[in-house]
């Protein structure tokens, strides 16, 4: 049974930075492509970015040259890091193993809150 925690969400200004980390146990971390995904107050969830087997990363637009997606396999865990938050990048965020453009292979964690307000 594949068990996800994620970790690192706090309030940050406008600006800031935060790395969120997301460990998974109960199955072969290191075959999978995983990924970030948020959910913002009131919308539906959405892809920021995935990271391949080989470390090939994706990113959405919003995502794209602000957030870096990383992964050590040895600790199970996949990183992301945040750069020149903005108060749109106010969600929770959850991670999960991309199973195609609308699905996951995995039952979600509870997710990590990110909110961006001065």
């Known amino acids: 049974q594949v068990h996800i925690v994620e970790s690192g969400g706090d309030l940050v200004q406008p600006g800031g930075s935060l790395r969120l980390s997301c460990t998974v146990t109960?199955?072969?971390?290191?075959?999978?492509?995983v990924g970030w995904y948020r959910q913002p107050p009131g919308k539906q969830r959405e892809w920021v970015a995935h990271?391949?087997?080989?470390?090939?990363?994706n990113y959405s637009e919003s995502a794209k040259g602000r957030f870096t997606i990383s992964r050590s396999n040895a600790e199970n865990t996949v990183f992301l890091q945040m750069t020149s938050l903005k108060s749109e990048d106010t969600a929770v965020y959850y991670c999960?193993?991309?199973?195609?453009?609308?699905?996951?292979?995995?039952?979600w964690g509870q997710g990590t809150p990110v909110m961006v307000s001065s």
């Open positions: 999960n193993a991309p199973k195609d453009r609308t699905s996951t292979l995995w039952s």
């Open positions: 109960g199955t072969i971390f290191g075959i999978y492509a």
């Open positions: 990271i391949t087997a080989g470390s090939v990363a």
